[in-house]
């Protein structure tokens, strides 16, 4: 184990389906162990797919983030080492489905994910939290929790509708529950290099975002979509493959960030003063053309 842990606690978040963000919760975890990096992914998706991208079977789970959610577990009992040195997954199963339900009427529904994390952030260098597709109660625990968000964007035609909805969200949260929250890592994912309209939309999503999207841009490629099937980050499955370099290089990318935007800067403390830069630039919270279309509230 490192000894300056501090956790960065980084959610993986995009309420549309199928768009990476398990595949890049994984990889990215995978990535950093292998560097070296004590890495922890919280699965907060009752479809369980980090855990099985893991190599972690969701029927020989006991304990499971549903538990820990509950609070009928510490989360302690529920992570578990994966096939990779450094590499632990605390895994969901489809029953924490219920737990959106369950919650709603508990005293401070929102945090218990941050709650359950506190006492082991500072044994872990990276926590990922892998969201499901949705802005539930189960992502605004994930929100709640994170002082960095990490937003995969597929390199297609609607790439960007829905990310003004979730800006929205972001600053709901921020106001009300964790105004350290930043948005720290757009990642461009499934980029296809045959089509010229993959390439305009990472153009068009850098000329909203700016530095906060990332250099390294993830291909879409065959080998990364085979991988969950053998329950193997393509980092392991495939370590030559193309996708397996490019999340090698997103993973030096984001930490060399340490949670800045597009630079090698100082690392985000919960702590609202830090976040003077983004509101700065948030004067227009939502910020993005795609909010006027979906009128959701500027
Ligand atoms: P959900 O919203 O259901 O949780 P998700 O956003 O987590 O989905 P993934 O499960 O990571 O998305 O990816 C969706 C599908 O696309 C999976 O079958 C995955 O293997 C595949 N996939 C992800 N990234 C790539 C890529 N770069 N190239 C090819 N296939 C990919
Ligand atoms: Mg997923």
């Not at 290089?249 to 690392?267: F, K, N, S, V």
Request: glycine fraction near 8%; charged fraction near 20%.
């Amino acid at each position: 184990m490192n000894g300056d842990c501090m956790g960065r606690i980084i959610a993986v978040t995009n309420q549309k389906g199928g768009v990476g963000k398990t595949t890049t919760a994984v990889n990215l975890c995978a990535s950093l162990a292998d560097s070296g990096q004590k890495t922890l992914l919280v699965d907060m998706d009752p479809q369980g797919n980090a855990a099985t991208g893991a190599g972690i079977d969701p029927r020989a789970v006991g304990t499971s983030m549903y538990q820990v959610l509950l609070g009928a577990a510490e989360i302690a009992d529920c992570i578990q080492p994966t096939g990779i040195e450094n590499f632990h997954v605390a895994p969901a199963r489809l029953e924490m489905s219920g737990a959106e339900i369950e919650l709603v009427t508990a005293f401070s529904r929102e945090l218990k994910l941050r709650h359950a994390l506190a006492p082991i952030t500072d044994d872990y260098d990276y926590i990922f939290i892998d969201c499901p597709p949705s802005l539930g109660l189960l992502t605004v625990n994930a929100l709640s929790a994170a002082v960095e968000i990490l937003v995969p964007v597929q390199c297609e035609y609607y790439a960007l509708e829905g990310l003004g909805q979730l800006l929205h969200n972001v600053e709901m949260v921020r106001q009300g529950l964790n105004p350290a929250l930043v948005i720290s890592a757009i990642v461009m994912v499934m980029y296809d290099a045959r089509t010229r309209l993959a390439a305009e939309v990472v153009s068009d999503v850098r000329q909203h975002f700016g530095d906060r999207v990332c250099r390294v841009v993830i291909p879409r490629t065959v080998r990364l979509s085979e991988a969950p099937s053998v329950g193997q980050p393509v980092t392991v499955y495939a370590p030559n493959s193309r996708g397996a370099v490019a999340y090698r290089e997103l993973a030096r990318e984001i930490h060399e960030r340490d949670g800045q935007p597009g630079t090698a800067g100082a690392r985000v403390a919960r702590d609202p003063a830090s976040n003077e830069h983004w509101e700065q630039e948030q004067a227009d919270p939502a910020g993005i053309s795609p909010v006027s279309r979906e009128g959701a509230p500027t």
